[in-house]
């Protein structure tokens, strides 16, 4: 398998210009879907699994959104290129460690749309778009979904309608979720009420990485919980013109009140960061996560000046551990990344 991606640009999440850009960096669509016929993966033969992936393989093309989708045989991938796709938020976590036949088809070169083939399910399909996009996520996932259910068939029951190997994910099969960049609501120690707030809403708050991990630079998701009960429609409109628009408000409530009330601290906070990502020699991924935040914080509140949004994002995700290695174009230990990324890291203003 060759690089599997060879560069950032014009990758969809990572644009800034998007609705709401300032605090939501992107909004994603996901469907859970098995084809009818075939056992769910925890019955399934070694056949059934390579089956599925010829199916999907041959089908995907003719249902694409308008980018050429590229096939990727995630059996035969290394373990740096399947770490490139996590990074990318192509594939999850649980779908890289995998053994068994499995693979993504991607759309390029934007990376919108994503078709993780033998995860959980035979299929989780997803669409990402910058900003708060959900209901255009919705129409152009909805599109392919419809075009690729009329070529494969999905496994349906007419009362409890798309049949799924996780229970919570039966019904519509769909998760949409928002990452939100939430630096104000931690410096103000709102945070934790947040995410109370969500629970109590049975919303699920995640990190960078979705489930399991940790809010690596003051970035959470925020995502659903139910797909039983409720249409697509339901749940796009709770999420769209609801539950996120209120936290964008609480979010800029925040940025307000350290502009206003705590301005000095908020400037240190801020400039001490840039310097750390200007002169540090050695970063970790997590540090340099949080540094940039702050960086980002400042540029959007006018404290520093001179540094691109567009720098910072692409720096977010060229810090990872798989992506430095990448720039570099070597394996490296804990060590020689952290002295890798320090070298690598500076957004300098002007520049």
């Not at 009818?36 to 003719?62: C, E, N």
């Not at 976590?93 to 390029?108: F, N, Y």
């Not at 310097?275 to 006018?302: F, H, P």
Request: charged share 30%; net charge neutral.
């Amino acid at each position: 398998m060759s690089d599997p991606m060879s560069t950032v640009e014009g990758v969809q999440w990572l644009r800034t210009d998007g609705r709401e850009g300032d605090i939501v960096l992107s909004s994603r669509v996901r469907l859970a879907r098995n084809i009818a016929g075939l056992p769910f993966l925890t019955r399934a033969t070694i056949d059934d699994r390579r089956h599925v992936m010829r199916l999907v393989r041959k089908h995907s093309r003719a249902a694409e959104i308008g980018e050429a989708m590229e096939w990727f045989d995630l059996e035969s991938a290394s373990r740096s290129e399947r770490e490139i796709l996590v990074e990318r938020h192509l594939i999850s976590r649980q779908h890289a460690k995998g053994d068994e036949p499995r693979a993504l088809t991607v759309s390029m070169p934007e990376e919108q749309l994503a078709v993780m083939v033998n995860e959980e399910d035979h299929l989780r399909i997803q669409l990402i778009r910058s900003g708060l996009a959900l209901t255009d996520a919705w129409d152009q996932i909805n599109r392919f979904d419809d075009q690729l259910e009329s070529r494969v068939g999905y496994a349906f029951h007419p009362r409890m309608g798309y049949l799924t190997a996780c229970p919570t994910n039966v019904g519509t099969g769909v998760r949409v979720s928002v990452m939100l960049h939430l630096p104000g609501l931690k410096l103000t120690g709102e945070i934790d009420k947040a995410r109370r707030a969500a629970k109590a809403m049975s919303l699920a708050v995640r990190g960078f990485y979705g489930e399991g991990s940790e809010a690596a630079g003051d970035l959470y998701q925020i995502s659903n919980q139910t797909t039983l009960g409720k249409s697509e429609e339901q749940i796009l409109e709770e999420f769209e013109r609801s539950i996120i628009p209120d936290v964008i408000r609480f979010e800029r409530q925040a940025r307000e009140t350290l502009l206003d009330r705590r301005r000095p601290m908020l400037e240190d906070r801020v400039q001490r960061a840039l310097g750390a990502l200007l002169y540090a020699r050695l970063l970790n991924a997590d540090e340099a996560m949080q540094l940039l935040s702050q960086v980002r914080l400042g540029v959007l509140l006018g404290v520093i000046e001179g540094v691109d949004l567009r720098t910072i994002a692409e720096l977010q995700l060229l810090t990872q551990p798989a992506h430095l290695q990448r720039v570099v174009g070597e394996t490296l230990d804990q060590a020689q990344r952290r002295r890798a990324r320090a070298d690598f890291v500076p957004p300098r203003p002007g520049g």
